[in-house]
């Protein structure tokens, strides 16, 4: 997709897209900080960019929710495991899983849990373990709700995303982001009933809406209620007014 990159001062980076078919101009700042505007083509960019200006108070209130999380002692992963930090008499930082839910890193007396190398390590930890759970788990439940509503998907994967939920191809391939782990039941299923409407519809049309309510009627509620969870390790609501990229 073509796109503009320009540098407003005291804003920063904004990448500007002209789509065909839209109407309006659209601002908006996805989980890692990244400030979007999309805009119809016949539009010059000036315009665009005069409007990002215009809503330099929204954006650093957006900013502020976008911050890194510091993965804590005792944080739950998923609605599966439990982060925990010990530290120990050894060289380096390490990581493993114990009783099937204990996501135990260990790091040298001389650092602390927050110390950006321990962070990582646990961060690895997280994904890992949240990655064998979707690859065993999100297969059969989007199976079973293909097969319940007579939908048609050809292939499925679990990859890590940094902005979207899941996505659907044209060629009916299904991915979802490993981090739906981490939503409550109702969300998650609302992020694979969502997938499975584009098998139908690949826009957002009317006529998409329609069949995603017809699978869940309350297909708006979570659609909001998801705009509070970030896709990144440890994405627990932080504010209404996130808003993710693909929903």
Known sequence: ????????????LVTVY???????????????GNIKLSMPTWLPYKTGLSYADSKRDWLAEQLKHRSPITLRHGQ?????????????DGVGVRSRILNSNDIRVQYP??????DPAVQAVAEKACV?????????????RLRQLAERYDLRYRSFSVRQLKGRWGSC????????????MQLPTPLLEYVLLHELAHT???DHSSNFWAVLIRLDPLAKEHRKQLRSYRPVVGG???????????Y
């Open 76 to 88: 739950s992963i998923g609605s599966k495991y439990r982060l925990t930090f010990e530290p120990y």
């Open 1 to 12: 997709m073509a796109y503009k990159q320009f540098q407003i001062d005291e804003i920063g």
């Open 236 to 246: 627990v609501p932080t504010g209404d007014n996130l808003e993710p990229v693909a």
């Open 128 to 140: 890992r373990a949240l990655r064998t759970d979707a690859e065993t788990l999100l297969p059969v």
């Open 169 to 180: 191809d044209q060629a009916g391939h299904i991915t979802i982001n490993l981090f739906v």
């Open 18 to 32: 002209k789509r065909r078919g839209t109407k309006r101009i659209k601002l908006s700042v996805d989980h890692d």
């Open 200 to 202: 139908e519809y690949l």
């Open 109 to 114: 007396t001389e650092l602390e849990p927050s």
